[in-house]
RNA sequence: GGGCGUGUGGCCUAGCGGAUCAGGGCGAGGGGUUCCUAACCCCUCGAUCGCGGGUUCGAAUCCCGCCACGCCCGCCA
């Protein structure tokens, strides 16, 4: 149940393994690999190339010994094996097709089976100074990508917002709140706490940096003390913070779950302090042998691990540092859980790799941790702040996504062929799924190591390649089914009138669906899953044209279109639930 | 200065050692709807895969050098 695709390959892979063998060639190099497109094979072999030179023959000529030498007879999948110039192509079995319908037809088709792995994917994690922007974005839409990707590949996960609540930013928050009075500020673009609360964030830094020296001096003073209070464990000094952060922060997660992107635990920053455990890191680097203390500060020399300079885990004054918290907040994770995964910026490598350094010295496994990094998203005139109040705020860019959307629908109203009078609902319903849905698959689609600069026209491209593209073939799927339950046709799984071209490629793109999902989830590269199902929706595009189900030339081929109408509902439905976005049941 | 990342047609992007077409999309031009939704499909235009070397039977893909851009090199997070 695990895919036709991974089964096969794995026969071919064994095949081409027993025939080498038999031929007394090495068998280290398999060489086995999908044909480009206009090849009719489902995998192939270049082996040859590689064995020529020990054969001592060309090898298109080795390629057909391996082919002869091919025993498909006690595979279920794999039906032959043919030789074509230095290649050996593999073609499959009519139970290769019938199984991937069949299979295809259970709603969680793609799904993988249970790995038995708790896996905690820590994501977005932004400091609690504003509202999200959308420079910001990519994390929560790459790492709740790659959450949904991991539980589909079979993985327990749980969704973690690590709360940087003790921090510098943070201190000068609570302070500028306390400090400054509603009526000096601006209005609140939106009426909500972040938007309301940013205010005297960005107020207080300003008078930080505008002030003279003698009142600057004099806050310097107060944060300190905020600071100096949740180091000492201060419980009123937590409330006050408090105040703040879980403020801010309920108004961001308000944006974030429009996304969505929603958590199962909001990890504070603070509750390493005053739990202990970070104490309990620092007392247990002091006494490790890179420890040294320079500057009244306690350092690692990481010059063993490839890090020019020290990493301070202890200040002069006797505090902690963010990465020493975080070092505590890590073993956490490993205490709880197989794996964990983190989602961050491009700007926090270094501080990752020296993290990985410590968490060894500390005498952890940090093979069970993977980092993965994005580059920021960019305006055309340079990066966006949340302190400074430049950028474009994430609800502002979903709301004119929407709008958009709605646009649109409204636009197709008036042509529409369809007699199924589309509601009020029905158009607000469509106009969020196909908005919001449009934005994230333009940032998840991406590679994340790829800089974007972002610009509102491309992303809000409702054309070709975007996530209404998808969103079509999936709506137009719902409506063959629908419409077939009316007229009373049952799907039934027969591959035998499923011929022509256009349907054998359906199903073997449909086929390989697991398989994508597999090695999306290995490499936690849900773009890889991006990419797929836009190949995939372009078969079915070619599909629909092609093959009609309602008008099918009898009730049986009528029949068997609709099961791979259903398999192909479900593999869409999956591939867009994989990557977060709706998959609409009309548009 | 050092480290990491990115560089694919006018623009965006996939591929990251294998098939004398380097896939898509946007854009430009031309077609397609008495037939399951045209947010669709088909055709045409357009690329010395940043530059220069090297390894290999084979390189956009690996190695070296260079150039451009981004990020980092705090007792900030």
């Known amino acids: 149940m695990a895919g036709m695709f991974r089964e096969l390959r794995s026969e071919v892979e064994e095949a081409v393994e027993t025939a080498l063998s038999d031929l007394g060639l090495p068998t280290d190099d398999l060489g086995v690999e999908e044909p480009p497109e206009d090849v009719p094979a489902v995998l192939a072999s270049s082996v040859a190339f590689r064995l020529a030179g020990e054969v001592g023959a060309p090898p298109p000529k080795v390629a057909v010994d391996i082919a002869e030498e091919i025993d498909a007879t006690p595979y279920d999948y794999l039906e032959s094996a043919e030789p074509q110039g230095p290649y050996v192509n593999f073609f499959v079995s009519d139970a290769y097709y019938a199984e991937t319908v069949a299979a295809g037809r259970d709603a969680d088709y793609g799904s993988l089976p249970d790995t038995g792995k708790d896996v905690v994917v820590e994501h977005t994690s932004a400091n609690p100074t504003g509202p999200v922007h959308v420079g910001r974005a990519r994390n929560p839409i790459l790492g709740d990508s790659i959450a949904r990707l991991l539980d589909f590949a079979g ?274 319903r469509i106009a969020r799924q196909v908005g919001i849905g449009a934005v994230r698959y333009d940032i998840v689609s991406k590679q994340p190591t790829k800089g974007i600069t972002f610009e509102w026209e491309r992303a809000l491209d409702f054309e070709a390649q975007s996530a209404p593209y998808v969103q079509y073939v999936h709506a137009r799927c719902r409506g063959i089914l629908n419409e077939a339950e009316s007229a009373g046709i049952e799907a039934e799984t027969e591959i035998s009138l499923l011929d022509t071209d256009a349907e054998r490629d359906l199903l073997r793109v449909i086929a390989r669906f697991p398989a994508v999902i597999e090695e999306a989830a290995e490499d936690l590269e849900p773009h890889a899953v991006a990419t797929y199902v836009r190949e995939f929706a372009e078969t079915f595009n070619r599909f629909y044209r092609e093959c009609s189900v309602l008008n099918a030339e009898d009730d049986d081929v009528a029949a068997a279109r609709l099961g791979l109408v259903e398999a192909s509902r479900h593999t869409v439905a999956n591939a867009l639930s994989v990557l977060g976005i709706e998959a609409p049941k009309s548009m």
Not at 361 to 367: C, K, M, Q, V
């Open 155 to 428: 993985n327990d996960v749980e969704r973690h917002y690590y709360v940087n609540d003790a921090g510098r930013q943070v201190a000068v928050f609570t302070w500028a709140y306390e400090t400054f009075e509603e009526s000096d500020l601006p209005d609140p673009e939106r009426d909500r706490s972040d938007y309301d609360l940013v205010r005297y964030y960005r107020r207080g830094n300003a008078y930080l940096e505008d002030a003279d020296e003698e009142d600057a001096a004099a806050a310097e003073e107060e944060i300190a003390e905020i600071m100096q209070g949740l180091e000492a464990g201060e419980e009123e000094t937590y409330e006050r913070v408090a105040v703040v952060v879980d403020q801010v922060l309920g108004g961001m997660r308000q944006s974030l779950e429009r996304l969505p992107a929603e958590f199962d635990e909001f990890v504070k920053e603070t509750s390493f302090i005053r739990g202990g455990e970070a104490d309990d890191v620092v007392d247990r680097l002091q006494a490790s042998e890179y420890a040294v203390y320079e500057d009244d500060a306690w350092q690692l020399d990481l010059s063993p691990f490839g890090f020019e300079k020290n990493l301070v885990f202890l200040r002069s004054d006797g505090t902690t540092l963010y990465t020493t918290r975080d070092l505590a907040h890590h073993e956490w994770k490993f205490e709880n859980y197989d794996e964990a995964v983190t989602v961050l910026g491009e700007d926090h490598k270094l501080q990752a790799e020296q993290l990985d350094a410590a968490l060894e010295i500390l005498g952890n496994d940090t093979s069970d941790l993977r980092q993965t990094f994005y580059s920021w998203v960019n305006l055309p005139e340079g990066g966006m702040s949340t302190r400074e109040g430049t950028g474009v705020d994430l609800d502002d860019l979903l709301d004119e996504s929407v709008a958009r959307a709605r646009e649109e629908v409204e636009e197709r109203l008036d042509s529409r062929i369809r007699d199924d009078e589309l509601d009020e609902d029905d158009i607000d």
